[in-house]
């Protein structure tokens, strides 16, 4: 078999059925199948369009059809602290019958690569509370949690109801 970082590399647009397929396969591991909105024609604009706003890169399992089998799909941020750019890392996810094979680890050695060769600082990422098994994955890579921070998150009628909302924007 081929060394798991041979079988990382970026997706092209013809990988968006499978990152899709992974995206709603990693919504059902976290219990929300039912909240995948998203699309292959979203995925194709957001991607790969002409304002695209994240990257992914895919794992191939290394069989002669070299099926996609994972993914780690991300996008920049800006810190103003470090006064750099870094990688968030919105999903990563390898197939349950792949774990283990050292295609996770080769996906964020691979995302570490990018942000160490383009000057970027930081790689983060969130995980589920209870996602025992990919903190300690995590952890066993060197990554630490960042105890006191909590994510909040506006979205739906809360959401539309701020950006309407006339009072909040100065007169």
């Given amino acids: 078999m081929a060394d798991a970082a041979d079988l990382v ?3 092209t647009p013809e990988d968006v059925p499978d990152v899709l397929r992974l995206i709603r396969a990693l919504a059902d591991y976290e219990r ?16 790969f369009g002409p304002d695209p706003v994240a990257s992914v890169l895919v794992a191939e399992d290394g069989g002669p059809q070299r ?6 799909l991300w996008f920049r941020t800006y810190s103003t602290w470090t006064g750099t750019p870094g990688i968030y890392l919105e999903d990563l996810f390898v197939q349950p019958d792949q774990r283990g094979s050292g295609l996770g680890k080769a996906l ?7 942000a160490v060769e383009r000057g970027y600082r930081r790689v983060e990422w969130a995980v589920l509370d209870w996602n025992t098994p990919s903190i300690e994955f995590y952890e066993s890579l060197g990554a630490r949690p960042m105890q006191e921070w909590s994510t909040y998150r506006l979205t739906g009628p809360a959401l539309a109801d701020l950006a309407a909302d006339e009072r909040s924007v100065p007169q």
């Fill in 9 to 11: 590399r970026a997706a």
């Fill in 67 to 72: 099926r996609v089998v994972g993914m780690a």
């Fill in 32 to 47: 929300e199948a039912d909240a995948v909105e998203t699309t292959e024609e979203d995925l194709q604009r957001w991607l």
């Fill in 108 to 114: 964020l050695a691979r995302l570490a690569r990018i």
